[in-house]
């Protein structure tokens, strides 16, 4: 890690001899070694990704301004965390914080104070108050069986005093071994391991045994969004250009919920002139890269842009043939690839929160010597550069005076008309969308030729203030929404727990509109339904008394959303959960969900996108990454919930069976009928099989 310490540059210092003081310098790609304050940024504009620690599907845009000390972490824009990433740009900043200090370590500690708090299993919980209840119950029936024959000690038939003693204690004991199901231990732990089996079949891969049967008792499964409800690959679902007229935007749905390039733009016969130039944007005007290594795809670089240039893979081209779902790693990447070769990338303007845009200088091709030594100019593209822009709508619209149509004819874009896009775009934002305009500046003047920092005009791409100036006289080509969509299995999944009388409450940390759109989305919340007094924010919910808190988390049976919520939030709701009577299942990916998976009555972990950390503190792995796959376990887990309730009742019958022919020939004074070997035998050979095998009892028909 180069660090500054004491005015001296130590280039190489290990992250882990890092101490609060400390000046450190980060750049893109890095993992950031501990929380810090950043001083200056080294580029227009710096982003972090930070979905494992807040739940954030966005990268968030970094700032060194002053923010308010009771800030939550998502709101301190002017601070990077230990352990995440530099998505964009880099910058010095001074450590504040190191090791358990830290934001993650703080996680590390609450999962640690979540260990304390570990309760037995419900039904645990009862077989033990059982026990304490049997316990006291035969204690006393012993005593009165030896109190009842007192007078029978001294009976010639024992041999005397003593060996009457002797002999009515023997029964007592006889009478605590018929009592006690010896059996029920091995045949409850035979039962969960069986059930075990039957989980990892439907991808549920069961950590600790007892988990098997709290699923079958779970009363409510809270759920992070980001990587859970969602398939945290931000994706293209909308796209909107001018159609006949400049403020007649036509709109197309894009299917798929991932970076694959599978999916297809909905209703879009053929790719005119117009359209085709918002592909080249959506391409140009991006650095990520896809790419499908070991049998995914995956991006490097935004989440937004991987999302523009799946969405161009989508779309297609006419001079390119589309490759077959048998060759992923061209399909990823071909039409972008066509792109970048017709349109040589010379220069970037990177993003700033003033312009909010970013913008590429694309399409010159340097000259190239023949073998006469004489220079041509390059045939790809124009063979002079374009500016290709996207960004904020607002603000790259206001610099739009053309308007590109679907037919490729352009024409001038009036006040009244920029106005109607932008409240198309209001209505694309309020689903909610984040939209990005696309557009291109044909004439770029002086930078036509642009090829890099030996060009007269270079001196025009070494400010960045003046970027915007640039990025004038545009031409506007589209619209694209974007988010982390919902993953397709969710929806049903969680109407089969409302018809399981099990309510699904979201937690996350993402912002409130976005909750609550993917809420109504997957089934949380009805399309048109009212959710007063159903989604809080944490710091909203959390000024609340306690008292109001357990009320409003309990009152009624109805799903709730939780958004803006920090590890400790989702900690604590958990928690209040749990001390309600509830049994809380909680499902999550991140380091961020570790301290509430472990506060859980039972956690459940992401097994593909989850973390390590999220893992390790789980009950339970889905393989598969699949929600529905946590209702299958709950159906699973309440079948075998149902059949130890049946074996255990047939144990204790068998046994109060025993305990009725002890009790009552020792108090009609006969021979006993059964000595404690006898008993034995009994509960663990003759009642063990006939137990065990109601545990294999198919589920009922109506079990959820």
Same mark, same amino acid.
């Given at each position: 890690?180069?660090?500054?310490?004491?005015?001296?540059?130590?280039?190489?210092?290990?992250?882990?001899? &890092?101490?609060?003081g400390?000046?450190?310098?980060?750049?893109v790609?890095?993992?950031v070694?501990?929380?810090?304050?950043?001083?200056r940024?080294?580029?227009?504009?710096?982003?972090?990704?930070?979905?494992?620690?807040?739940?954030?599907s966005?990268?968030v845009?970094?700032?060194?301004?002053?923010?308010? %000390?009771?800030?939550?972490?998502?709101?301190?824009k002017?601070m990077m965390?230990?352990?995440?990433?530099l998505?964009?740009g880099g910058?010095?900043?001074?450590?504040v914080?190191?090791?358990m200090?830290?934001?993650?370590?703080?996680?590390?500690?609450?999962?640690?104070?979540a260990?304390e708090?570990?309760?037995k299993t419900?039904l645990?919980?009862?077989i033990? !108050?059982?026990g304490?209840?049997?316990a006291?119950v035969?204690?006393?029936?012993?005593?009165?069986v030896?109190?009842?024959?007192f007078?029978q000690?001294?009976?010639?038939?024992?041999?005397g005093?003593?060996?009457?003693?002797?002999?009515?204690?023997?029964?007592a004991?006889?009478?605590?071994v018929?009592?006690?199901?010896?059996?029920?231990?091995?045949?409850?732990?035979?039962?969960?391991?069986?059930?075990?089996?039957?989980?990892?079949?439907?991808?549920? *891969?069961v950590?600790?045994?007892p988990?098997?049967?709290?699923?079958?008792?779970t009363?409510?499964?809270?759920?992070?969004?980001?990587?859970? &409800?969602?398939t945290?690959?931000?994706?293209?679902?909308?796209?909107a250009?001018?159609?006949t007229k400049?403020?007649? &935007?036509?709109?197309h749905?894009?299917?798929?919920?991932?970076?694959e390039p599978w999916?297809?733009?909905?209703?879009?016969?053929?790719?005119?002139?117009?359209?085709?130039?918002? !592909?080249?944007?959506?391409s140009?005007?991006?650095q990520?890269?896809?790419?499908?290594?070991?049998?995914k795809?995956?991006r *490097?670089?935004?989440?937004?842009?991987?999302?523009?240039?799946?969405?161009v893979?989508?779309?297609?081209?006419?001079?390119?043939?589309?490759?077959?779902k048998?060759?992923?790693?061209?399909?990823?990447?071909?039409?972008?690839?066509h792109?970048?070769?017709?349109?040589?990338?010379n220069?970037?303007?990177?993003?700033?929160?003033?312009?909010k845009?970013?913008?590429?200088?694309?399409g010159?091709?340097?000259?190239?010597?023949?073998?006469t030594?004489?220079?041509?100019r390059?045939?790809?593209?124009?063979?002079?550069?374009q500016?290709?822009?996207?960004?904020?709508?607002e603000?790259?619209?206001?610099?739009?005076?053309?308007?590109?149509?679907?037919?490729?004819?352009?024409v001038?874009?009036?006040?009244?008309?920029?106005?109607?896009?932008l409240?198309?775009?209001a209505k694309?934002?309020?689903?909610p969308?984040?939209?990005?305009?696309?557009?291109?500046r044909?004439?770029?003047?002086?930078l036509?030729?642009?090829?890099?920092?030996?060009?007269?005009?270079?001196?025009?791409?070494t400010?960045?203030d003046?970027?915007?100036?640039?990025?004038?006289?545009?031409?506007?080509?589209g *619209?694209?929404g974007?988010k982390?969509?919902?993953?397709?299995?969710?929806?049903?999944?969680i109407?089969?727990?409302?018809?399981?009388?099990i309510?699904?409450?979201?937690?996350?940390?993402?912002?409130?509109?976005?909750?609550?759109?993917?809420a109504r989305?997957?089934?949380?919340?009805g399309?048109?339904?009212?959710?007063?007094g159903?989604?809080?924010?944490?710091?909203?919910?959390? %000024?609340?008394p306690?008292?109001?808190q357990?009320?409003?988390?309990?009152?009624?049976?109805?799903?709730?959303?939780f958004?803006?919520?920090?590890?400790?939030?989702?900690?604590?709701?958990?928690?209040?959960l749990?001390?309600?009577?509830?049994?809380?299942?909680?499902?999550?990916?991140?380091?961020?969900d570790?301290?509430?998976?472990?506060?859980?009555?039972?956690?459940?972990?992401?097994?593909?996108?989850?973390?390590?950390?999220?893992? %390790?503190?789980?009950?339970?792995?889905l !393989?598969d990454?699949?929600?529905?796959?946590?209702?299958?376990?709950?159906?699973e887990?309440?079948?075998?919930?149902s059949?130890?309730?049946?074996f255990?009742?047939?144990l204790?019958?068998?046994?109060?069976?025993?305990?009725a022919?002890?009790?009552i020939?020792?108090?009609?004074?006969?021979?006993?009928?059964?000595?404690?070997?006898?008993l034995?035998?009994?509960?663990?050979?003759?009642?063990?099989?006939p137990?065990?095998a109601?545990?294999?009892?198919?589920a009922?028909?109506?079990?959820m």
């Amino acid at each position: 890690q180069r660090c500054y310490r004491d005015g001296v540059l130590n280039a190489e210092l290990p992250a882990a001899e &890092l101490v609060p003081g400390d000046l450190v310098e980060v750049n893109v790609g890095d993992k950031v070694p501990a929380d810090l304050r950043i001083l200056r940024l080294k580029t227009t504009s710096v982003r972090t990704d930070e979905g494992a620690l807040t739940g954030e599907s966005e990268t968030v845009l970094k700032q060194t301004e002053p923010v308010k %000390e009771e800030s939550r972490i998502q709101d301190k824009k002017n601070m990077m965390f230990a352990g995440t990433t530099l998505s964009g740009g880099g910058a010095y900043g001074l450590i504040v914080a190191t090791g358990m200090s830290t934001e993650i370590g703080k996680i590390q500690a609450n999962v640690t104070a979540a260990k304390e708090d570990d309760e037995k299993t419900p039904l645990g919980q009862k077989i033990d !108050a059982f026990g304490e209840m049997l316990a006291k119950v035969i204690a006393y029936i012993c005593l009165a069986v030896w109190v009842m024959n007192f007078r029978q000690f001294s009976d010639p038939v024992h041999g005397g005093f003593w060996m009457g003693l002797i002999y009515y204690l023997k029964i007592a004991v006889a009478l605590g071994v018929a009592a006690i199901p010896e059996g029920l231990p091995a045949v409850i732990t035979l039962c969960l391991a069986l059930g075990t089996r039957k989980m990892v079949k439907r991808n549920a *891969i069961v950590r600790k045994l007892p988990s098997v049967e709290t699923l079958g008792c779970t009363t409510v499964i809270c759920s992070d969004k980001t990587g859970t &409800l969602t398939t945290n690959q931000m994706t293209v679902v909308a796209m909107a250009y001018p159609g006949t007229k400049a403020d007649g &935007l036509v709109e197309h749905t894009v299917t798929g919920t991932s970076y694959e390039p599978w999916g297809e733009v909905e209703s879009l016969a053929e790719l005119g002139p117009g359209v085709l130039d918002l !592909a080249k944007v959506c391409s140009l005007s991006n650095q990520a890269v896809i790419q499908y290594k070991e049998g995914k795809f995956t991006r *490097i670089g935004e989440p937004t842009e991987a999302a523009l240039k799946v969405l161009v893979e989508k779309m297609g081209n006419p001079n390119v043939s589309k490759p077959s779902k048998d060759q992923p790693e061209l399909a990823c990447s071909a039409v972008n690839d066509h792109f970048a070769k017709e349109y040589p990338r010379n220069a970037i303007l990177e993003f700033s929160r003033d312009r909010k845009s970013m913008s590429t200088l694309c399409g010159y091709k340097p000259a190239a010597k023949t073998s006469t030594g004489r220079t041509t100019r390059g045939s790809v593209g124009s063979g002079s550069n374009q500016l290709f822009v996207k960004g904020a709508p607002e603000s790259v619209l206001e610099r739009c005076t053309q308007v590109r149509l679907a037919s490729g004819e352009t024409v001038p874009l009036t006040p009244a008309q920029r106005k109607k896009i932008l409240d198309f775009n209001a209505k694309m934002a309020a689903r909610p969308l984040r939209c990005l305009a696309m557009a291109i500046r044909e004439d770029v003047e002086d930078l036509a030729t642009y090829d890099g920092p030996n060009h007269p005009a270079h001196k025009k791409l070494t400010d960045p203030d003046k970027f915007a100036e640039l990025e004038k006289d545009l031409v506007f080509v589209g *619209i694209c929404g974007i988010k982390d969509p919902a993953r397709p299995e969710v929806a049903p999944a969680i109407a089969d727990c409302k018809t399981a009388g099990i309510r699904v409450i979201m937690i996350t940390g993402d912002t409130r509109p976005t909750a609550e759109a993917i809420a109504r989305e997957i089934g949380i919340f009805g399309p048109k339904e009212s959710i007063t007094g159903r989604s809080f924010t944490g710091h909203e919910f959390f %000024e609340f008394p306690t008292e109001k808190q357990v009320e409003m988390l309990t009152k009624n049976r109805l799903s709730m959303v939780f958004s803006r919520t920090e590890p400790a939030d989702k900690q604590q709701l958990v928690k209040i959960l749990r001390q309600a009577g509830e049994v809380p299942a909680m499902t999550g990916d991140g380091v961020n969900d570790a301290p509430a998976l472990k506060q859980a009555a039972i956690g459940i972990a992401m097994g593909i996108a989850g973390t390590e950390v999220a893992k %390790e503190a789980s009950d339970m792995v889905l !393989a598969d990454d699949n929600f529905a796959t946590i209702v299958a376990a709950v159906e699973e887990g309440r079948s075998i919930y149902s059949n130890m309730k049946a074996f255990i009742r047939y144990l204790i019958s068998s046994n109060i069976g025993e305990v009725a022919s002890i009790f009552i020939t020792a108090l009609l004074g006969l021979p006993e009928g059964l000595i404690p070997v006898q008993l034995l035998w009994v509960n663990l050979v003759t009642d063990g099989p006939p137990a065990t095998a109601l545990g294999f009892n198919p589920a009922d028909p109506d079990v959820m």
